[in-house]
Each structure stands twice: as C-alpha cells, then as structure tokens.
C-alpha cells in the first residue's frame, strides 16, 4: 500500500503512542499476554477476585478473566494495531489475525461480561478474517443468549446475521422487519440498510448502503484518525454477502479507496479460513482451550450474576 504523507504521519502518531501494539506482531502480543497475566496479583487484582468472581473459581478460570482484562486485543487495540501493521508493514495478514484474535477475544469476554447485543461487531470482524469457527461460535453465543438487549438495533443486527448464518429466511424475513431506518446514526441504519439488501437480493441497494457505511464510518469510530483510516466491519458484511448472496455485489466498486481495502479485499480471497495460517504457537492450556478452539467458558455464564454486581 503507498503511504501518503498523511498516513506516514497518523501511523508515526499511533506507533509512538504508549498504548500502541503496531510494532509488534500478533503472536508478540500474544506471548506477552502469557507473561502478564502470570504476574503476581496487586491488591486491585485480589479485590476483584474475592468480590467479584465465585469462591470457588479455579487458577485457570482467574488467568482466563485476567487475560480478559485489559487486554491490547480487545476491539479498539487490536483494530488500530492490525490497521497500522496493515499499513506500516504492508501486512494485510497481521490486519487478518488481529481481527481474528480480537473477535476471539470479545467471545470470552462476552461470557463473564455480557452485553450480548454488541455481538454483531465481533461477527463482522470475523468475516473480514474468514474465521469461520469464529463467526459459527458468536453466533452461537448469540443463540443461546436470554439476555434482555440493552440496545434493541444491535439486537435486530444480531438477529438478521444469526438468521443468515443459520440459513433461516423466516427468521431473516421477521428481524429485517424490525430494523431500524432513517439516517441517524448514519453508520448503524446503513448496515440496516445492507442487510435489507441481502434479503432482498437487491445489488444498487446494496452499494448504496455499503458506500453510506463506509462514508459515515470514521464519525462513527468518534473521528479517531488511525481507526478511521479502515474499516473492518464493512468488509466483514462484504464477506457475508460473498458467501451467502453473492448477487448483491455487481453494483459495488470494490476497487475504492479508503476507509475500504481493496488490496486486502484481494489477499483474503487467497485465504479459505484464517486458522490454516496461524503460525505454531506454544499456548498453555487455558488459552489454547478459550482463544483456539474456543471452548470450556460455560463457567463465566454462570459466573457473570456476581460478576456484573
């Protein structure tokens, strides 16, 4: 990808950041994560863990909600850390796993910390890095959440992705039904508008909807400069409407610029699913159960009442 001045200086802005993980690749991140959350516990750790998870929570089960915990993969990280080795290292497979890892992430968080409706996110995330075990146990989680949503939007959204997934067209019909229209906010209406497209094979409606959402993308991202620089979600809709509808992309021009990737758009379609390029990694059990194959967190659900109070 040719850098402009403007991107060498948001890049040089975000690498020098205290916060920023660009420099580092994602099986870096991953092994300090290891070391971290095997310090010694300080006295906030120890609060939280005599008041808010069960007496009898295991080692494993309080090193899992550690790594939870302050995590450089959680979305805002772990977005704007894929985007500036994407750019900076003209990698779009590191931008790959970090959306992976990141949609891995928020499905752990999501069984001790809720906010189920949030999920659409984590799903179109892992679309846009062809995790398809990903994307199948979001949607599960989703399933099986009995959770009042606390926004009733993102609950239709995960709705309609759960109905597409699952190949379930009166299930799509009902929740398409109850989307929200209008233009505000800009950015949630025009995934509304996407996924009414889908349902109704509808291409112009489609590039319509997916050019609104990546105009009023970077507003929504609260004007940050590095995360308003590509956005994910976009191609992650794009990438399930590739493999579900894929009639509705004629219209769109999948060779504009930014906020959209096209030479990312490209390398993906080189890769069937993303867990075929994850390099050997020396997991210890607990991250290799919750993190790869992303199971064995039933005991955060039933955790998250003493959790949230």
């Known amino acids: 990808m040719k850098l402009t001045a403007r991107l ?10 205290d916060l920023s993980g660009g420099w580092r690749s994602v099986w870096k991140v991953l092994a300090e994560e290891i070391d971290r959350v095997n310090c010694p516990d300080d006295d906030i750790l120890q609060t939280i863990r005599s008041k808010r998870l069960p007496d009898d929570c295991t080692e494993d089960q309080w090193l899992i909600t550690k790594f939870i ?41 999501s069984h ?60 799509l019909r009902d929740s398409i039904g109850k989307l ?29 909807g997916l050019n609104r959402m990546l105009r009023s993308y970077r507003s929504y991202m609260f004007g940050d400069d590095i995360m308003g620089l590509l956005d994910p979600h976009a191609i992650g ?5 590739r493999q579900y509808a894929p009639g509705v992309l004629s219209r769109f021009d999948v060779d504009r610029k930014l906020p959209w990737d096209a030479e990312y758009v490209r390398w ?16 210890p059990d607990w991250m290799q159960t919750t993190l790869f194959d992303m199971a064995g967190t039933e005991w955060a659900l039933n955790a998250r009442d003493k959790w949230r109070r």
């Open 180 to 208: 929200i229209k209008g233009s505000r906010p800009g950015y949630i209406s025009s995934v509304c508008q996407i996924l009414r497209a889908i349902q109704s094979r509808d291409p112009d409606e489609f590039a319509a």
């Open 69 to 109: 915990l302050h995590s450089p993969l959680d979305p805002l990280n772990a977005i704007s850390d894929g985007i500036c080795r994407r750019m900076w290292k003209d990698s779009p497979c590191e931008l790959a796993l970090r959306l992976s890892f990141s949609s891995r992430h928020h499905w752990m968080a």
């Open 112 to 171: 001790l910390e809720g906010h189920f409706d949030e999920l659409w996110r984590p799903i179109l995330m892992a679309f846009a890095a062809h995790d398809t075990q990903g994307v199948f146990k979001l949607v599960s989680l989703w399933r099986g959440s009995a959770e009042k949503p606390n926004n009733c939007a993102y609950a239709n959204i995960c709705n309609c992705l759960q109905a597409i997934v699952l190949d379930n067209d009166d299930q």
């Open 8 to 17: 060498n200086r948001i890049l040089n802005e975000h690498l020098e950041g």
């Open 237 to 241: 809709i794009f990438e399930l409407a």
């Open 268 to 283: 993906l379609h080189s890769v069937d699913d993303i867990r075929d390029i994850y390099e050997p990694f020396d997991a």
